[in-house]
Every structure is written in C-alpha cells, then in structure tokens.
C-alpha cells in the first residue's frame, strides 16, 4: 500500500530499505533511495514504517540515533533499537518520509508523477503506467500494454530514463516481459516436423 498524504502540502519519500541487522547493537544495514543520506539519516529523522499487517511495527514510526557507513555499507541506529533481536524485526522494512511538496530529490518521483506516463520502447509507445507498486525487493511500474497489465521491475537497467516533462518512461525489457516467447516445447515439435517432411521429400526423389 503506498502511504497516503499525512499532512497538508507534505507528500511521503520513499528513502531507504532495511535489508538485514548488523551487529549485536541494533544495527541494520541500509538499502538507499536517496542520493543525500546524510541529509535524510540526521539524528532525529523519524520515518514511517512500511511493513506487513502481521508485523509488531505496523503503524508505527521510527527515529534515528546514528547513521554510519562502515565499509562501504550504509548502516542505520534506531532509538529503542539496542540489540540484533530487536534490529532483526525491522528487516525488509521499507522507511518513508514526509517532504515538502517542492523540495526536489534528485532519481526520486512520487508515485502520482510515474502514473499516466507513456513507455516507450525502442521509440515506439508500448503502454502506458497505470499504477507503481512497492515491495520489499523492488518497486513495480505496471504498465498497461494492449490488453495486458506488464510488472516491470522499477530498475535502472530495464527503466534507464524518467522524463516527466516529456510524459514518459524508456524501458529496455529483456525478451519476453512485453511479447509473448514461443515454447521451446512447440519450437522443437516445429523444428521435428520439418526435419521429418525433409526426410520424406529426400526418399520420395531418390
């Protein structure tokens, strides 16, 4: 579910993801969707909680007490989070911030601005995005093509450009994500008939 707006004129940032604890303090290790963490990490930052309905933090927030990097990994401290049980119910939590509607974040959209965006690919409009799903992994574009509802993995490699004055996305697929691949099974049932009707012909002129 993406978070709605909690406050007038405040739209919610996807920032970071917490992908596993780190130590015995309460350390996790950090996954950024930020290009300034130490702008977003400052002691005191509170971050809304993405994380299943099931989970003790549903519905509640968090507040950094240190951020770090330590060989080369950004590593995060949370108050109230003082050791690796506690570090280790937080993973694969997704952290959200509220921001001020014309503050700018550099690779980063609300999901309201990729909504509607043509995709083209190859300079040709395959579809357009109809809504933006976020897992713990990996954020989804689902993209409208024909009638088709394609998940294309919100990646740099498969989305290199985001143009929202342009009004569209350019993707660069691998094969099978937007057409249909033939079966290796039929291919090779194909590639036996036309061995066999060969073999037929051969005898039929000898």
Same mark, same amino acid.
């Given at each position: 579910?993406? /978070?709605? *707006?909690?406050?007038?004129?405040?739209? @919610? !940032?996807?920032?970071?993801?917490? #992908?596993?604890?780190?130590?015995?303090? $309460?350390?996790?290790?950090?996954?950024?969707?930020?290009?300034?963490?130490?702008?977003?990490?400052?002691?005191?930052?509170?971050?809304?909680?993405?994380?299943?309905?099931?989970?003790?933090?549903?519905?509640?927030?968090?507040?950094?007490?240190?951020?770090?990097?330590?060989?080369?990994?950004?590593?995060?401290?949370?108050?109230?989070?003082?050791?690796?049980?506690?570090?280790?119910?937080?993973?694969?939590?997704?952290?959200?911030?509220?921001?001020?509607?014309?503050? /700018?974040? *550099?690779?980063?959209?609300?999901?309201? @601005? !990729?909504?509607?965006?043509?995709? #083209?690919?190859?300079?040709?409009?395959? $579809?357009?995005?109809?809504?933006?799903?976020?897992?713990?992994?990996?954020?989804?574009?689902?993209?409208?093509?024909?009638?088709?509802?394609?998940?294309?993995?919100?990646?740099?490699?498969?989305?290199?450009?985001?143009?929202?004055?342009?009004?569209?996305?350019?993707?660069?697929?691998?094969?099978?994500?937007?057409?249909?691949?033939?079966?290796?099974?039929?291919?090779?049932?194909?590639?036996?008939?036309?061995?066999?009707?060969?073999?037929?012909?051969?005898?039929?002129?000898?």
């Amino acid at each position: 579910m993406v /978070p709605k *707006d909690r406050n007038q004129g405040k739209n @919610q !940032l996807r920032v970071g993801r917490l #992908v596993k604890a780190h130590g015995l303090k $309460g350390a996790l290790k950090l996954e950024l969707y930020t290009d300034n963490p130490e702008r977003r990490f400052t002691p005191g930052a509170e971050f809304t909680l993405q994380v299943p309905e099931a989970s003790p933090w549903h519905g509640k927030t968090v507040t950094v007490r240190e951020y770090r990097v330590m060989n080369a990994n950004s590593v995060v401290f949370f108050q109230d989070v003082d050791d690796r049980d506690a570090a280790e119910s937080l993973v694969r939590a997704i952290l959200w911030i509220d921001q001020d509607a014309d503050e /700018p974040e *550099d690779n980063a959209w609300y999901d309201h @601005q !990729l909504t509607g965006l043509d995709v #083209v690919r190859d300079d040709m409009v395959v $579809g357009r995005v109809i809504r933006v799903e976020h897992l713990p992994a990996q954020d989804l574009l689902i993209v409208k093509s024909h009638e088709r509802e394609v998940m294309v993995p919100f990646v740099e490699a498969i989305v290199p450009t985001v143009d929202i004055a342009a009004g569209r996305v350019v993707v660069t697929p691998p094969a099978g994500l937007f057409e249909e691949l033939p079966d290796s099974e039929d291919a090779a049932n194909a590639g036996s008939v036309e061995d066999a009707g060969e073999s037929s012909g051969s005898d039929a002129t000898s």
